[in-house]
């Protein structure tokens, strides 16, 4: 398994909760893909012998590039590397993008013709207020028009929402799972609205422009979620990611279980194991570096701690949970009995269950699962 993901580093506007790496100046767009393209070269031997089962445009926002951008990147990577005849391939959408100096059903037959067969939309409430707070640069109207439009080109779609806004009580949240069931969308990837330093987010709170985030309101529209979602019968794989069965993401499960990757672009990061790597956060200095035919990354040997923790951290999120005798495989019975005896709080008080030998969060633990994993972590100088 190997996935390539490209990090698109443009935006029309700032989400006010939205700490990636972006640049709301489109004026660099064709030299920055003509950049990644330069890199997909640059880098082929990295994927040599390897064919690419994932391919993840994300951002930032891919559909603000125009079809002929998106075709040169496609091109560039059909050259260059081996991608399966059955790939997932993934775009992240905004809806405005499709309404904007364009007709959406061409645009929608554009990006098939790509081979992109996986649409992500970023729709993240169905209510204007909501939108407007989180300066969101689409209507509400305009997705309740491109879902259904969508959804006659791709079968397999994703939209996202996020729940615990500061004035979203939970009849509305109720009222947005509901209309995203509506249009029959078969994933549902659902996020927590969190407050990241030096975001807009971050400083309206702190002058009291906007109400603090209320974990408990968060927490409560969190079981909303899984209750409705499962009546609906999806499966929530993943703490974020609900889907119906054979529409899980392929490119994240390779993620969760650290699957090999490659990310091209400024700010994307690299795995292959054993060694993480990621390019310069900075668009105007990633084109010059790639210009001059250098790779614009840091790069870093994972510990054997570090491996560990990772492995902690991405599966105890997922609904398959942390392998007890891979641990042992991997990193010794020490690290084995490590973990077993740091669960074992969390397992008396039925945060943590066992399960033909995996150690997952149950129900009640999910909301507290990165507060887990991090107990479960590694941070000495253990061998």
Known sequence: MYSLYIHIPFCRRACHYCDFHFSTTLRRKGEMINAICSELFLRQNEAKGSTLQTI???????????????????NTIHRYYNVSATAEITIEANPDDFFKDREPEIFLAQLQSLGINRLSIGVQSFFEEDLQLMNR??????????????????????????YGIPTMDNRRWQKNIEKALSFGIPHISAYALTVEEKTALHRFISVGKIPPIDDQLSHTHFQLLIDRLEREGFVQYEFSNFGKEGYFSKNNTAYWFGKPYMGIGPSAHSFNGNIRSWNIAHNIKYIKEIERGVLPNEEEVLTVNNQYNELIITRIRTMVGIDIEEVAIRFGTDYQKYLLQQAHKYLDEGLLQITKNHLKVTRKGKFLSDGIASDLFRVDDFI
Do not use: C, K, R, W
């Not at 445009?57 to 496609?74: A, K, M, R, W």
């Not at 640069?137 to 397999?156: C, G, K, M, R, W």
């Open 137 to 162: 640069i689409h209507t509400a109207l305009q997705v309740e028009q491109l879902l259904p439009l969508a959804s006659s080109y791709f079968d397999n779609m994703t939209i996202d929402l996020i």
């Open 56 to 74: 993840y445009l994300g951002g930032g926002t891919p559909t603000v590039l125009s079809f002929d951008e998106l075709q040169q990147l496609f």
